[in-house]
């Protein structure tokens, strides 16, 4: 699993980035959020997610880790893809986006394009949860419980290579740690294999 490119960015758009690194030049989706904080940097680090399909191998990359653990809650709901993802984080930034979930304001994610009602609801339902104030100037911030231990990390990526979805794989290796913190990683993988 890629978890970061670093390089000269050889080709930039506002949806795409070219990092060649290596001699190697890696093409990732972006938002227009980290085209903004890279469009005038000769190099860049991203944090990347891959996109592992039957018909596609899509690299998303990100600017900080922050911005890359928002798209992954994103993409745990129901009915929204890493596009989805994508065109919210571009048309939120980070903070934006946490406070709207917090203050469950759907009217705000209703204008971004392609979510409507239900998808606004969802979203508010699903993640207003795994993110939390943390002081009274309404500053908000990921819990830690999404950082998985090294045996989490270990039982996500061996679901993955089984062809799993990484956003499931996490969320269901998440809650079977908060279930039995001491199961070894076989422990994990097979019980997350009758859930998945």
Not at 37 to 50: D, G, M, N
Not at 73 to 101: C, D, F, H, M, Y
């Amino acid at each position: 699993m890629i978890d970061y490119i670093k390089g000269e960015v050889a080709e930039l758009t506002p949806t795409n980035v070219t990092l060649e690194s290596n001699g190697i030049g890696y093409q990732l989706n972006i938002s227009l959020n980290t085209y903004g904080a890279i469009s005038r940097e000769a190099t860049a680090k991203l944090y990347v997610y891959e996109s592992i399909r039957e018909d596609a191998h899509v690299l998303f990359g990100f600017r900080d880790k922050h911005e890359r653990e928002l798209f992954l809650l994103l993409i745990s709901v129901s009915g929204v893809g890493p596009s989805t993802a994508r065109i919210i984080l571009s048309s939120l930034n980070s903070r934006e986006l946490e406070n709207v979930i917090v203050t469950e304001n759907a009217a705000v994610l209703q204008s971004v394009k392609g979510i409507g009602a239900k998808s606004a609801q969802r979203i508010i339902v699903d993640l207003k949860d795994k993110i939390k104030l943390t002081d009274e100037n309404g500053s908000v911030q990921l819990p830690a419980k999404n950082d998985l231990s090294e045996t989490g990390h270990q039982a996500v990526s061996a679901l993955v290579m089984l062809g799993f979805v990484q956003a499931a794989s996490q969320k269901v290796v998440t809650k079977i740690l908060k279930e039995s913190p001491s199961l070894a990683v076989e422990g994990v993988i097979k019980e997350a294999l009758k859930r998945l």
